[in-house]
Protein backbone atom coordinates (compact mmCIF):
# COMPACT_ATOMS: atom_id res chain seq x y z
CA UNK A 1 0.00 0.00 0.00
CA UNK A 2 3.16 2.22 0.43
CA UNK A 3 4.62 1.85 -3.14
CA UNK A 4 2.40 3.91 -5.35
CA UNK A 5 1.60 7.19 -6.53
CA UNK A 6 -0.15 9.68 -5.22
CA UNK A 7 0.02 12.14 -2.73
CA UNK A 8 -0.98 12.18 1.04
CA UNK A 9 -1.00 15.20 3.48
CA UNK A 10 1.14 15.57 6.68
CA UNK A 11 1.88 17.80 8.83
CA UNK A 12 0.22 20.81 6.76
CA UNK A 13 2.36 19.59 3.59
CA UNK A 14 0.94 17.29 0.50
CA UNK A 15 4.04 15.19 0.11
CA UNK A 16 4.74 12.35 -2.24
CA UNK A 17 2.78 8.63 -0.87
CA UNK A 18 5.83 7.07 -0.85
CA UNK A 19 7.54 9.12 1.12
CA UNK A 20 4.78 9.82 3.74
CA UNK A 21 7.16 7.76 6.45
CA UNK A 22 7.33 8.29 10.06
CA UNK A 23 10.08 6.69 12.61
CA UNK A 24 10.10 3.02 14.21
CA UNK A 25 10.38 5.10 17.49
CA UNK A 26 7.28 6.56 17.17
CA UNK A 27 5.34 6.80 20.53
CA UNK A 28 1.82 5.81 18.95
CA UNK A 29 3.69 2.83 17.23
CA UNK A 30 4.78 1.34 20.50
CA UNK A 31 2.09 2.38 23.30
CA UNK A 32 -0.93 2.75 20.99
CA UNK A 33 -1.93 6.53 22.00
CA UNK A 34 -3.67 7.85 18.57
CA UNK A 35 -6.70 8.73 17.11
CA UNK A 36 -8.29 8.39 13.46
CA UNK A 37 -11.35 8.54 11.27
CA UNK A 38 -12.91 7.12 8.86
CA UNK A 39 -14.51 9.55 5.99
CA UNK A 40 -15.88 8.58 2.37
CA UNK A 41 -16.22 11.20 -0.47
CA UNK A 42 -19.32 10.01 -3.18
CA UNK A 43 -19.40 11.13 -7.11
CA UNK A 44 -22.46 13.03 -7.00
CA UNK A 45 -24.47 15.18 -9.90
CA UNK A 46 -22.89 18.02 -8.58
CA UNK A 47 -19.11 17.05 -8.11
CA UNK A 48 -16.94 14.74 -5.97
CA UNK A 49 -18.49 15.56 -2.16
CA UNK A 50 -17.26 14.49 1.25
CA UNK A 51 -20.06 12.83 3.30
CA UNK A 52 -20.58 14.28 7.13
CA UNK A 53 -17.25 15.89 6.95
CA UNK A 54 -17.68 18.27 9.93
CA UNK A 55 -19.14 15.69 11.94
CA UNK A 56 -15.94 13.23 11.52
CA UNK A 57 -13.67 16.07 11.99
CA UNK A 58 -15.50 17.60 15.30
CA UNK A 59 -15.03 13.49 16.35
CA UNK A 60 -11.48 13.24 15.74
CA UNK A 61 -10.99 16.16 17.78
CA UNK A 62 -13.02 14.91 20.62
CA UNK A 63 -10.94 11.41 20.41
CA UNK A 64 -7.80 13.69 20.28
CA UNK A 65 -9.35 15.19 23.35
CA UNK A 66 -10.08 11.86 25.06
CA UNK A 67 -6.72 11.12 24.56
CA UNK A 68 -5.56 14.38 25.95
CA UNK A 69 -3.72 14.81 22.68
CA UNK A 70 -3.79 18.52 21.21
CA UNK A 71 -4.51 18.82 17.44
CA UNK A 72 -1.72 21.53 16.11
CA UNK A 73 -4.32 22.51 13.43
CA UNK A 74 -7.43 24.28 13.11
CA UNK A 75 -10.38 21.80 11.90
CA UNK A 76 -10.62 23.81 9.53
CA UNK A 77 -6.98 22.98 8.04
CA UNK A 78 -8.15 19.92 8.58
CA UNK A 79 -11.25 20.18 6.66
CA UNK A 80 -9.31 21.37 3.32
CA UNK A 81 -6.56 18.82 4.05
CA UNK A 82 -9.19 16.41 3.18
CA UNK A 83 -10.42 18.08 0.32
CA UNK A 84 -7.26 18.38 -1.15
CA UNK A 85 -6.30 15.28 -0.60
CA UNK A 86 -9.27 14.08 -3.29
CA UNK A 87 -8.30 17.05 -5.46
CA UNK A 88 -4.52 16.26 -5.75
CA UNK A 89 -5.66 12.08 -6.06
CA UNK A 90 -7.70 12.63 -8.98
CA UNK A 91 -10.60 11.04 -6.77
CA UNK A 92 -14.13 10.41 -8.15
CA UNK A 93 -15.46 8.42 -5.07
CA UNK A 94 -12.93 7.27 -2.26
CA UNK A 95 -12.30 6.50 1.56
CA UNK A 96 -10.20 8.93 3.64
CA UNK A 97 -8.19 8.26 6.45
CA UNK A 98 -6.87 11.37 8.56
CA UNK A 99 -5.11 9.63 11.24
CA UNK A 100 -3.28 11.74 14.40
CA UNK A 101 -0.49 10.52 16.29
CA UNK A 102 2.48 11.02 18.93
CA UNK A 103 5.96 11.50 17.56
CA UNK A 104 9.48 10.38 18.26
CA UNK A 105 10.85 13.06 20.44
CA UNK A 106 11.28 10.85 23.23
CA UNK A 107 10.14 7.14 24.56
CA UNK A 108 8.36 6.51 27.33
CA UNK A 109 4.61 6.08 28.56
CA UNK A 110 4.12 9.51 29.36
CA UNK A 111 3.75 11.46 26.19
CA UNK A 112 4.76 15.04 27.79
CA UNK A 113 6.97 16.74 25.70
CA UNK A 114 6.37 14.82 22.63
CA UNK A 115 4.85 16.23 19.22
CA UNK A 116 1.45 15.29 17.82
CA UNK A 117 1.12 14.78 14.42
CA UNK A 118 -1.41 14.54 11.86
CA UNK A 119 -2.04 13.36 8.40
CA UNK A 120 -4.78 12.59 5.58
CA UNK A 121 -4.69 10.10 3.01
CA UNK A 122 -7.23 9.04 0.18
CA UNK A 123 -7.72 6.15 -1.95
CA UNK A 124 -10.07 4.57 -3.74
CA UNK A 125 -12.11 1.66 -1.75
CA UNK A 126 -15.22 -0.62 -2.90
CA UNK A 127 -17.73 -1.71 -0.86
CA UNK A 128 -16.15 -3.25 2.59
CA UNK A 129 -17.99 -6.20 3.45
CA UNK A 130 -18.64 -7.07 -0.62
CA UNK A 131 -20.95 -5.88 -2.98
CA UNK A 132 -22.57 -9.54 -2.86
CA UNK A 133 -22.92 -8.43 1.13
CA UNK A 134 -25.13 -5.11 0.23
CA UNK A 135 -27.38 -6.70 -2.09
CA UNK A 136 -27.72 -10.51 -0.21
CA UNK A 137 -26.52 -9.58 3.48
CA UNK A 138 -23.47 -11.41 5.52
CA UNK A 139 -22.79 -13.87 7.75
CA UNK A 140 -22.33 -12.81 11.12
CA UNK A 141 -20.95 -14.61 14.50
CA UNK A 142 -20.39 -13.21 17.81
CA UNK A 143 -16.95 -13.08 19.11
CA UNK A 144 -15.52 -14.87 21.78
CA UNK A 145 -13.59 -11.43 22.58
CA UNK A 146 -15.89 -8.99 24.51
CA UNK A 147 -16.01 -5.37 23.44
CA UNK A 148 -13.90 -2.80 25.62
CA UNK A 149 -15.65 -1.59 28.82
CA UNK A 150 -16.67 2.18 28.88
CA UNK A 151 -13.90 2.64 31.35
CA UNK A 152 -10.76 1.00 29.60
CA UNK A 153 -9.34 2.60 26.67
CA UNK A 154 -12.57 5.16 26.66
CA UNK A 155 -15.32 4.12 24.01
CA UNK A 156 -16.44 7.50 22.59
CA UNK A 157 -12.98 7.89 21.19
CA UNK A 158 -11.95 6.37 17.68
CA UNK A 159 -8.53 5.51 19.57
CA UNK A 160 -5.78 3.25 17.85
CA UNK A 161 -5.35 1.28 20.78
CA UNK A 162 -9.49 0.00 20.89
CA UNK A 163 -8.90 -1.48 17.56
CA UNK A 164 -6.60 -4.55 18.69
CA UNK A 165 -10.32 -5.89 20.06
CA UNK A 166 -11.40 -5.42 16.41
CA UNK A 167 -8.82 -7.08 14.86
CA UNK A 168 -8.84 -10.19 17.25
CA UNK A 169 -12.66 -10.47 16.97
CA UNK A 170 -12.77 -10.12 13.42
CA UNK A 171 -9.95 -12.79 12.54
CA UNK A 172 -11.14 -14.66 15.33
CA UNK A 173 -14.82 -15.55 12.88
CA UNK A 174 -13.13 -14.43 9.50
CA UNK A 175 -10.85 -17.43 10.07
CA UNK A 176 -13.79 -19.60 10.61
CA UNK A 177 -15.26 -18.08 7.38
CA UNK A 178 -17.86 -15.66 8.59
CA UNK A 179 -18.12 -12.21 7.15
CA UNK A 180 -17.61 -9.97 10.54
CA UNK A 181 -17.93 -10.25 13.89
CA UNK A 182 -20.34 -9.25 16.54
CA UNK A 183 -19.49 -7.86 20.19
CA UNK A 184 -21.09 -7.85 23.11
CA UNK A 185 -20.36 -5.97 26.23
CA UNK A 186 -18.95 -6.79 29.49
CA UNK A 187 -22.33 -7.58 30.65
CA UNK A 188 -23.01 -10.07 27.78
CA UNK A 189 -25.31 -7.40 26.13
CA UNK A 190 -24.64 -6.46 22.39
CA UNK A 191 -22.11 -3.72 21.63
CA UNK A 192 -21.51 -3.57 18.04
CA UNK A 193 -19.57 -5.05 15.04
CA UNK A 194 -15.77 -5.07 14.93
CA UNK A 195 -16.11 -1.82 12.93
CA UNK A 196 -19.80 -1.12 12.39
CA UNK A 197 -23.06 0.06 14.69
CA UNK A 198 -25.81 -2.57 14.68
CA UNK A 199 -29.51 -2.25 14.50
CA UNK A 200 -32.19 -5.00 14.64
CA UNK A 201 -36.15 -4.43 12.96
CA UNK A 202 -38.61 -6.42 15.53
CA UNK A 203 -42.30 -5.96 14.24
CA UNK A 204 -41.52 -2.71 12.66
CA UNK A 205 -39.38 -1.00 15.12
CA UNK A 206 -35.79 -0.29 14.84
CA UNK A 207 -33.44 -0.89 17.68
CA UNK A 208 -29.88 -0.20 18.18
CA UNK A 209 -27.52 -0.75 21.56
CA UNK A 210 -27.27 2.68 23.66
CA UNK A 211 -23.98 3.79 23.63
CA UNK A 212 -23.44 2.56 27.34
CA UNK A 213 -22.90 -1.06 25.36
CA UNK A 214 -19.50 0.71 24.81
CA UNK A 215 -20.11 1.08 20.98
CA UNK A 216 -18.78 4.17 18.59
CA UNK A 217 -21.13 7.49 18.43
CA UNK A 218 -21.22 6.09 14.61
CA UNK A 219 -21.99 8.97 12.12
CA UNK A 220 -23.62 6.02 10.14
CA UNK A 221 -25.75 5.51 13.31
CA UNK A 222 -26.61 8.68 13.28
CA UNK A 223 -27.63 9.26 9.52
CA UNK A 224 -29.77 6.17 10.20
CA UNK A 225 -32.05 8.14 12.90
CA UNK A 226 -32.86 10.67 10.40
CA UNK A 227 -33.52 8.49 7.58
CA UNK A 228 -35.91 6.24 9.60
CA UNK A 229 -37.34 9.58 11.12
CA UNK A 230 -38.34 10.94 7.31
CA UNK A 231 -39.58 7.01 6.96
CA UNK A 232 -42.19 7.09 9.78
CA UNK A 233 -40.11 5.03 11.61
CA UNK A 234 -39.46 4.61 15.01
CA UNK A 235 -35.37 3.26 16.99
CA UNK A 236 -35.51 2.39 20.06
CA UNK A 237 -31.68 3.02 21.58
CA UNK A 238 -31.74 0.39 24.66
CA UNK A 239 -29.98 -2.79 25.74
CA UNK A 240 -30.33 -5.95 23.44
CA UNK A 241 -29.39 -9.33 23.80
CA UNK A 242 -28.38 -11.76 21.71
CA UNK A 243 -31.10 -13.69 21.65
CA UNK A 244 -32.94 -10.49 20.61
CA UNK A 245 -30.93 -10.18 17.13
CA UNK A 246 -31.73 -14.11 16.27
CA UNK A 247 -35.17 -13.87 16.41
CA UNK A 248 -35.08 -10.23 14.79
CA UNK A 249 -37.15 -9.76 11.56
CA UNK A 250 -33.64 -7.86 10.23
CA UNK A 251 -30.48 -6.88 11.17
CA UNK A 252 -28.13 -4.72 9.70
CA UNK A 253 -24.36 -3.08 10.18
CA UNK A 254 -23.39 0.63 9.40
CA UNK A 255 -20.18 2.34 9.33
CA UNK A 256 -18.41 4.93 7.20
CA UNK A 257 -16.79 1.56 5.06
CA UNK A 258 -19.45 -0.85 5.49
CA UNK A 259 -22.29 1.83 4.58
CA UNK A 260 -25.79 0.09 5.29
CA UNK A 261 -24.54 -3.77 5.27
CA UNK A 262 -27.89 -6.39 6.14
CA UNK A 263 -26.76 -9.41 8.05
CA UNK A 264 -28.40 -12.46 7.03
CA UNK A 265 -27.21 -14.96 9.72
CA UNK A 266 -25.61 -14.87 13.07
CA UNK A 267 -24.59 -17.68 14.51
CA UNK A 268 -25.60 -20.27 11.94
CA UNK A 269 -29.33 -18.76 12.82
CA UNK A 270 -30.78 -17.55 10.12
CA UNK A 271 -32.64 -13.76 11.15
CA UNK A 272 -35.71 -13.28 9.18
CA UNK A 273 -36.09 -14.38 5.78
CA UNK A 274 -32.36 -15.00 5.97
CA UNK A 275 -32.16 -12.10 3.26
CA UNK A 276 -32.11 -8.50 3.25
CA UNK A 277 -35.06 -7.16 4.87
CA UNK A 278 -37.78 -4.97 3.41
CA UNK A 279 -36.63 -1.91 5.92
CA UNK A 280 -33.08 -2.69 5.70
CA UNK A 281 -33.74 -2.16 1.91
CA UNK A 282 -35.88 0.92 1.94
CA UNK A 283 -32.84 2.44 4.55
CA UNK A 284 -30.30 1.32 2.22
CA UNK A 285 -31.61 2.99 -0.65
CA UNK A 286 -32.16 6.22 1.63
CA UNK A 287 -28.24 5.94 2.31
CA UNK A 288 -26.92 6.11 -0.96
CA UNK A 289 -29.69 8.98 -2.64
CA UNK A 290 -28.04 11.02 0.57
CA UNK A 291 -24.47 10.37 -0.05
CA UNK A 292 -24.94 10.42 -3.94
CA UNK A 293 -26.41 13.65 -3.61
CA UNK A 294 -29.63 12.88 -4.83
CA UNK A 295 -31.43 14.20 -1.89
CA UNK A 296 -31.61 18.03 -1.27
CA UNK A 297 -32.67 17.90 2.20
CA UNK A 298 -29.69 16.39 3.07
CA UNK A 299 -27.54 18.97 1.01
CA UNK A 300 -25.60 20.18 3.99
CA UNK A 301 -23.91 17.27 4.98
CA UNK A 302 -22.09 16.95 1.55
CA UNK A 303 -18.50 19.14 1.20
CA UNK A 304 -17.43 19.43 -2.29
CA UNK A 305 -14.21 18.89 -3.04
N1 LIG B 1 -17.99 1.09 15.48
C1 LIG B 1 -16.68 0.93 15.21
C2 LIG B 1 -15.85 0.14 16.15
C3 LIG B 1 -16.13 1.49 14.05
O1 LIG B 1 -14.83 1.32 13.78
C4 LIG B 1 -16.96 2.23 13.18
C5 LIG B 1 -16.38 2.83 11.94
N2 LIG B 1 -15.88 4.11 12.18
C6 LIG B 1 -18.32 2.36 13.51
C7 LIG B 1 -18.80 1.79 14.67
C8 LIG B 1 -19.24 3.16 12.63
O2 LIG B 1 -18.96 4.53 12.72
P1 LIG B 1 -19.20 5.51 11.50
O3 LIG B 1 -20.58 5.28 11.02
O4 LIG B 1 -19.00 6.86 12.07
O5 LIG B 1 -18.18 5.17 10.46
Redesign the pocket.
Known sequence: MSDRDGKIWMDGQMVDWRDAKIHVLTHTLHYGCGAF??VRAYKTPQGTAIFRLQ??TD?LFNSAKILRMAIPFTKEQVNEAHRAVVRDNLLESCYLRPLTWIGDKKLGVSPKGNTIHLMVAAWAWGAYLGEEGLKRGIRVKTSSYTRHHVNITMTQA?AVS??TN?ILANMEVTDEGYDEALLLDSSGFVS??????IFIVKNGVIYTPDLSAG?????????VFHIAKDLGLDIVQKRITRDEVYIADEAFF?????EVTPIRELDRIELGAGSRGPITEKIQNAFFDIVGGRNPKYAHWLTLV
Request: aromatic share 4%; hydrophobic share 20%.
Open positions: EGEHRKNYSEGAGENALNGITRNTTGTAA
